[in-house]
């Protein structure tokens, strides 16, 4: 194979695409291991600790899980982004996918690929099941003070906030990340002195 322009951007083409299908995949596989390492500590949790704090522990596998799906839609969609705005405006014969992705504008059905409501529906259940925990173990000394409550549920509550604000970036990530990779693409004029 040569190293004409030509050839370097069909390489560079195919090696992105790949990639964008290979996270892709990655993404749900990662779904699948989180899920399955917080039921996993959620149950040894609740059965070997009955004081809240030691309900973090599934809250932080949690937490990790959705940072690394978060990390790997945001990488899909730039490199989508780029894709469009890189090689598909060249010529009326390049595949026009991103074109389609980012003008289709049908009803997602409720897919996200953030799972922003699973996420957050689990820990709904991790909070509750803490308490629960912590009410069984004993109940009189948490109704005495509840405020030792409080640490334990803004945690909860902190990672809500945080699907919740990724869910709106990533709403916005592809038309912010066209309009600076079609900057990016713009040659620049040199002012005269």
């Given at each position: 194979m040569s190293d004409t322009p030509d050839s370097l951007h069909f390489e560079e083409y195919r090696a992105l695409r790949s990639t964008i299908r290979e996270r892709g995949s990655l993404r749900v596989i990662v779904i699948a291991i989180t899920f399955s390492a917080?039921?996993?500590?959620?149950?040894?949790?609740?059965a070997l600790f009955t004081i809240p704090l030691f309900s973090l522990v599934p809250l932080t596998v949690l937490a990790a899980g959705f940072e690394a799906v978060f990390a790997l839609h945001v990488a899909v969609?730039?490199?989508?982004?780029?894709?469009?705005?890189?090689?598909?405006?060249?010529?009326?014969?390049?595949?026009?996918?991103?074109?389609?992705?980012?003008?289709?504008?049908a009803s997602s059905g409720g897919v996200n690929p953030l799972f922003p409501a699973v996420f957050i529906a689990a820990t709904l259940v991790n909070l509750a099941l803490g308490t629960l925990?912590?009410?069984?173990?004993?109940?009189?000394?948490?109704?005495?003070?509840?405020?030792?409550?409080?640490?334990?549920?803004?945690?909860?509550?902190?990672?809500?906030?945080?699907?919740?604000?990724?869910g709106r970036f990533a709403a916005g990530q592809r038309a912010a990340d066209l309009r600076e990779f079609e900057r990016l693409r713009t040659p620049r004029r040199m002012d005269p002195l």
């Amino acid at each position: 194979m040569s190293d004409t322009p030509d050839s370097l951007h069909f390489e560079e083409y195919r090696a992105l695409r790949s990639t964008i299908r290979e996270r892709g995949s990655l993404r749900v596989i990662v779904i699948a291991i989180t899920f399955s390492a917080w039921a996993g500590a959620l149950l040894a949790t609740s059965a070997l600790f009955t004081i809240p704090l030691f309900s973090l522990v599934p809250l932080t596998v949690l937490a990790a899980g959705f940072e690394a799906v978060f990390a790997l839609h945001v990488a899909v969609e730039r490199i989508g982004r780029y894709i469009h705005a890189h090689y598909e405006p060249l010529s009326a014969t390049t595949a026009g996918w991103e074109h389609a992705m980012t003008a289709f504008a049908a009803s997602s059905g409720g897919v996200n690929p953030l799972f922003p409501a699973v996420f957050i529906a689990a820990t709904l259940v991790n909070l509750a099941l803490g308490t629960l925990t912590s009410l069984d173990a004993g109940g009189d000394a948490l109704a005495r003070n509840p405020w030792e409550m409080l640490p334990y549920a803004a945690l909860h509550a902190g990672f809500i906030i945080r699907v919740v604000m990724a869910g709106r970036f990533a709403a916005g990530q592809r038309a912010a990340d066209l309009r600076e990779f079609e900057r990016l693409r713009t040659p620049r004029r040199m002012d005269p002195l």
